[in-house]
């Protein structure tokens, strides 16, 4: 184990300065909505937010000031480094706006957005002002793109070291040879659903009765919860508030497309339709959500409290999309789950936030194409098994286009399955360690540990602190899909034992 030197440590100084400095320029966005509605006092304390960043971001810069070029560690070092630092400055806003009964609250918040996990701890948030509702839906759908993808698009030109911070972001897939111009289209994509999505639901919430103002702030902010898969809403009922099967309809639409490869949106923007049908991640989610809805629907027949057939599927479909694209968007109260839904309903949407959606896109989870692998090898050692010994077994799967199943593919997507189930684990403990029921506590961890959103009722401002911190962590090591903050408690222990 090699100890990193000092050149390492500016380069992972200089690097992570960018990026904050980058998400200082994202407080702009806020910055100019409480201005532009007289909200005097919502924009100071933003104003303080982004000279906090700026000055940080600068002064790193600028003391550890590099020619040299990223590798794989430092990659995966900056971005964890990056996102901690991001997440604590993030939360200045949230602080000072008094809606937060504790800095630790502030933080969860922040990460719960930047994780695009939708879980939140802000008080009276039915009276939040629009700078601060502007703020945590910027959150969520920069940390859906990728803060670092949006540093990489604005703020770094083509660099070699730029790739390592894009894979260190749980990304690899490259929709363009050069990974600027692949953050740069990951961006493009973004916007184009931002216009399509902001304009189809505000029009549905100027049609429910909203003044045409509100009713296009209410449009891209749940836009962005949307396809961001990040759940958060600007009410406390989520999009319950709404009642409406067209709000709900539209709002499906824009978190399965979230919830899609970027890599699979590049190709269908290239007129490549049949990958729609062919792509093991979107075979994958197919075959587990028909199994889940089966499984969800037995338990709301059980227990009887949907017997209208219209009102079943907006409540059992939508709630199960939500959970299997790890939005978090909801269409009852929280303890409806415990109360009315039972046990088996929610062990089937616990089972859908554990696997998640798609690699590569704003989703959390396993991941569908991890789950597509696994199924992979199973029939490849069935295969095998039926086979004589002289047969030489090979097993195909298509993504983006033709792959043949190789150890080194099974080996790294065994190793994160195996993370992910253990830190589900860990967080079914930690809850009923604190006096929780099993399937309460396993429910409310598989949601943060997935970043996925969706509450039984555990979560509170008041819950324990040791809960509300493990949930945080929780929810970066999720989106982090472990490999980076794995490289940053490996670069620590290099430190202090590394020779």
Request: hydrophobic fraction near 50%; aromatic fraction near 12%.
């Amino acid at each position: 184990m090699i100890r990193p030197r000092l050149e390492d440590h500016v380069l992972v100084a200089s690097y992570t300065g960018r990026v904050v400095v980058g998400v200082g320029m994202l407080m702009s966005i806020p910055l100019a909505t409480a201005l532009l509605f007289g909200e005097w006092e919502v924009g100071v304390d933003f104003g303080i937010g982004i000279l906090t960043c700026i000055a940080i971001g600068l002064s790193l810069q600028t003391a550890f000031r590099t020619r040299r070029e990223l590798r794989r560690r430092h990659g995966l070092v900056v971005v964890s480094v990056s996102w901690l630092v991001v997440t604590v400055l993030g939360a200045i806003p949230f602080w000072l706006s008094g809606h937060m009964s504790s800095l630790l609250n502030a933080v969860f918040d922040v990460m719960s957005g930047l994780t695009t996990t939708g879980l939140y701890l802000i008080e009276d948030l039915d009276h939040v002002s629009y700078g601060l509702s502007m703020w945590r839906f910027v959150l969520t759908y920069a940390g859906g793109m990728g803060i670092v993808v949006i540093a990489l698009t604005f703020l770094f030109r083509g660099t070699v070291g730029a790739y390592q911070l894009y894979v260190g972001e749980g990304k690899e897939e490259r929709l363009l040879p050069n990974v600027i111009h692949t953050a740069r289209a990951i961006g493009s994509v973004s916007l184009a659903w931002l216009v399509v999505g902001t304009i189809t639901l505000s029009t549905i919430a100027v049609a429910l009765g909203q003044p045409p103002v509100r009713a296009l702030l209410h449009g891209l902010w749940v836009f962005m919860g949307g396809f961001s898969t990040g759940g958060f809403a600007p009410q406390s009922f989520n999009t319950f508030w709404y009642h409406s099967p067209a709000f709900e309809a539209a709002s499906i639409a824009i978190f399965v497309a979230g919830s899609l490869n970027f890599a699979l949106h590049w190709a269908l923007w290239r007129g490549e339709r049949a990958e729609i049908r062919r792509n093991i991640e979107v075979v994958s989610f197919a075959m587990t959500f028909v199994v889940l809805f089966a499984v969800v629907s037995t338990g709301l027949a059980r227990a009887g409290i949907y017997p209208d057939a219209v009102v079943f599927f907006r409540k059992a479909f939508y709630l199960l999309a939500s959970a299997h694209t790890t939005t978090g968007f909801g269409t009852i109260y929280s303890r409806t789950f415990v109360v009315q839904w039972g046990p088996v309903a929610m062990l089937g949407v616990i089972a859908a936030m554990v696997i998640g959606a798609s690699a590569c896109s704003t989703a959390g989870g396993i991941k569908g194409f991890r789950i597509g692998v696994i199924t992979k090898v199973f029939v490849e050692d069935i295969r095998r098994m039926v086979s004589p010994d002289s047969a030489v077994i090979t097993e195909r799967y298509h993504h983006i286009r033709k792959y043949v199943l190789s150890e080194h593919t099974v080996r790294s997507v065994l190793t994160i399955t195996v993370a992910f189930l253990t830190m589900h684990s860990i967080m079914t403990l930690v809850g009923v360690m604190n006096g929780y029921p099993v399937i309460e506590a396993a429910f409310e961890g598989a949601s943060a540990a997935s970043n996925t959103g969706l509450s039984c009722g555990v979560l509170s401002p008041t819950m324990p602190g040791s809960m509300r911190v493990v949930y945080t962590v929780a929810m970066w090591l999720g989106r982090m899909e472990f490999l980076s903050v794995f490289a940053l408690v490996g670069w620590g222990i290099a430190m202090v034992r590394g020779r």
